[in-house]
């Protein structure tokens, strides 16, 4: 369960959310949508403690993530920014962060094969497309077999086949009783994914509930999207 209350953040003058009230709930795919700039990255931030909110609280399983002792046992994430050296190895980049949480070899091997990339292991990551490297990095998500599992733009350079095996990931993965939150721009994937969505705009929370309510008077995802962003259709 990812729970964020009442969420600001403020940098200087800017205020980057505000007021902001979510809830991922375990075996469902929670989708996060919003324009650029909207306030996506930094509610994400603050679930994962990589910011501290200015007010409102952020939580994963009941606690904030700075209270995890061994964080990717309990959530694992793909951040939009992230990402290893280019020059470390796909499999000792896994086997750093796997002995970083008590992690053991095995399952290094399991996440390499689980996101096909067996084959690919000793390759230097600077050699990865960014296909590749986006299955890396899920890789290291799902590395502690996380029960809640944030993904920031998991499809962002993947070929159709591999927006095919996300899409069955994270399905999957909510079957399975996980709490999945997936940030992405592509409507058409995540009307087909999700069964909540919670749209940010302008640092605030604009709309929330499963895809049949958001979608209610509209053709589609994407339709109600920008409508309710108050922007017009690229």
């Known amino acids: 369960m990812i729970e964020v209350e009442r969420l600001t953040k403020t940098y200087g003058r800017h205020t980057a959310v505000r007021e902001v009230s979510l809830t991922a709930p375990p075996g469902v795919v929670t989708g996060l949508i919003g324009p650029n700039g909207a306030g996506?990255?930094?509610?994400l931030r603050a679930v994962l403690g990589l910011t501290r909110p200015t007010s409102g609280t952020a939580t994963v399983a009941g606690q904030a993530y700075r209270d995890l002792r061994f964080p990717l046992h309990t959530v694992g994430a793909l951040l939009d920014d992230?990402?290893?050296v280019p020059e470390r190895r796909a499999a000792d980049h896994l086997t750093w962060v796997a002995r970083s949480n008590g992690i053991g070899r095995a399952r290094v091997r399991e996440v390499l094969d689980l996101v096909g990339l067996e084959d690919a292991g000793r390759t230097r990551v600077g050699r990865y497309s960014l296909g590749m490297k986006q299955r890396l990095g899920i890789a290291v998500a799902l590395l502690?077999?996380?029960?809640?599992?944030?993904?920031?733009?998991?499809?962002?350079?993947?070929?159709?086949?591999?927006?095919?095996?996300?899409?069955?990931?994270?399905?999957q993965l909510a079957r399975d009783g996980a709490t999945v939150l997936v940030a992405s721009h592509f409507m058409t994937e995540l009307e087909s994914v999700a069964q909540r969505i919670v749209m940010i705009a302008g640092g605030q929370v604009r709309a929330a509930g499963t895809v049949e309510e958001f979608t209610d008077g509209y053709d589609s995802l994407e339709d109600a999207y920008f409508e309710r962003a108050g922007g017009q259709r690229r």
Do not use: F, Y
């Open 82 to 84: 992230a990402g290893p």
């Open 40 to 43: 996506k990255s930094t509610t």
């Open 144 to 171: 502690g077999d996380p029960q809640v599992v944030v993904l920031d733009e998991p499809m962002n350079g993947l070929d159709p086949e591999g927006i095919r095996w996300i899409r069955h990931l994270v399905q």
